[in-house]
């Protein structure tokens, strides 16, 4: 089928309004999974043993079981429970929840860099648990997590697609709606990915610039 640029013209604005709420989507879980990441790396390193231990099996059951399932669990399940969100709400909720098991594990190598001695020289200076965290700890383990941190926004990009399943208005919901209305294909699947690309790159490119000047 060859493609037609006037038709991929005309549904560029619906796609781009689908991305506006992709990319809301993304920064928003994203930024949730940062907290949610810390919160269960710190929480790990605390040691009280029942609370690590919910944090491990918090991160291994997010970790070995399908975002897929995750997001219909948050939308038709909770619901049965007195849980209910929209479907934005969801979908923020889901990537938080499910990129925040990665982070931790992202943070968890990022503290455990840090070497033995930086820990006892803050004791021994008898440095706040708060101190030690944001002045000796996070500087240090922070700089070699940022490519990492990179790579799991740009997977969050891509695991965005799999919203479309409760209805979000992203991307992939747009292009799966106009593909059914006209049933054409070639125009907006080709400019999906295109999309796509055009916002992973910057968020690549933003990561490497922040990392070099971590390094300085």
Do not use: H
């Amino acid at each position: 089928m060859d493609f037609d640029f006037s038709f991929a013209v005309e549904i560029l604005p619906d796609l781009l309004r689908g991305a506006v709420v992709t990319l809301e989507v993304v920064l928003a879980g994203f930024v949730a999974a940062l907290f949610g990441g810390l919160l269960l790396a710190v929480a790990r390193q605390a040691g009280n043993a029942p609370l690590r231990a919910a944090c491990t099996a918090y991160i291994e059951f997010m970790r070995n079981t399908p975002l897929l399932v995750q997001i219909y669990f948050l939308f038709f399940v909770l619901p049965l429970w007195g849980l209910t969100f929209t479907a934005i709400t969801t979908g923020i909720l889901a990537l938080g929840l499910n990129y925040s098991a990665y982070l931790a594990e992202v943070y968890r190598g990022g503290i455990d860099s840090v070497p033995r001695g930086q820990w006892e020289a803050a004791g021994a200076l008898d440095m706040s648990p708060r101190d030690t965290w944001l002045r000796i700890v996070l500087p240090q383990a922070i700089p070699p997590m940022v490519p990492v941190l990179g790579n799991y926004l740009i997977g969050m990009f891509k695991d965005t697609p799999l919203l479309a399943v409760i209805t979000i208005p992203e991307m992939m919901q747009v292009v799966k709606q106009i593909a059914g209305e006209t049933y054409r294909y070639n125009e907006p699947y080709t400019l999906l990915a295109l999309i796509f690309l055009a916002m992973s790159l910057p968020a690549s490119f933003l990561f490497r610039t922040i990392e070099r000047r971590l390094r300085g």
